[in-house]
Nanobody, 126 residues
Framework: QVQLAEFGGGSVQAGGSLRLSCTAS????????MGWFRQAPGKEHVGVAS????????YYADSVKGRFTISQDNAKNTLYLQMNSLKPDDTGMYYC???????????????????WGQGTQVTVSS
């Protein structure tokens, strides 16, 4: 069983930045993809970004392209999400997710991932 733990959430004003971290209990190189999801109150998980642990291929939701950057450090078994130019619409609980399944491209839906962290809250005020 893979355990994931997120860090780095908080409250910022619009235009600010935050960096989220996700530490895995196993070697991230043993996983195929890792990603970040956002869940606003009363809504479903929405894929924000994902990355191939082997070759670094990435996926970004249109709403965050150019503002967010997903990256990984396999030596530290850690996944990152650098969030710049934050907007109030970015507010939500951010979850780290991982999978060992193989896909032709970085997955982006909740059903594609089998391992989940507990989440970290990000609040962006206007």
């Amino acid at each position: 069983q893979v355990q994931l733990a997120e860090f780095g959430g908080g409250s910022v004003q619009a235009g600010g930045s935050l960096r989220l971290s996700c530490t895995a209990s196993t070697y991230t190189a043993r996983l195929t993809y890792m990603g970040w999801f956002r869940q606003a109150p009363g809504k479903e998980h929405v894929g924000v970004a994902s990355i191939s642990t082997s070759d670094g291929t990435t996926y970004y939701a249109d709403s965050v392209k150019g503002r967010f950057t997903i990256s990984q450090d396999n030596a530290k078994n850690t996944l990152y999400l650098q969030m710049n130019s934050l907007k109030p619409d970015d507010t939500g609980m951010y979850y780290c997710a991982a999978t060992g399944r193989r896909y032709f491209a970085p997955p982006k839906t909740e059903a594609d991932f089998g391992y989940w962290g507990q989440g970290t809250q990000v609040t962006v005020s206007s």
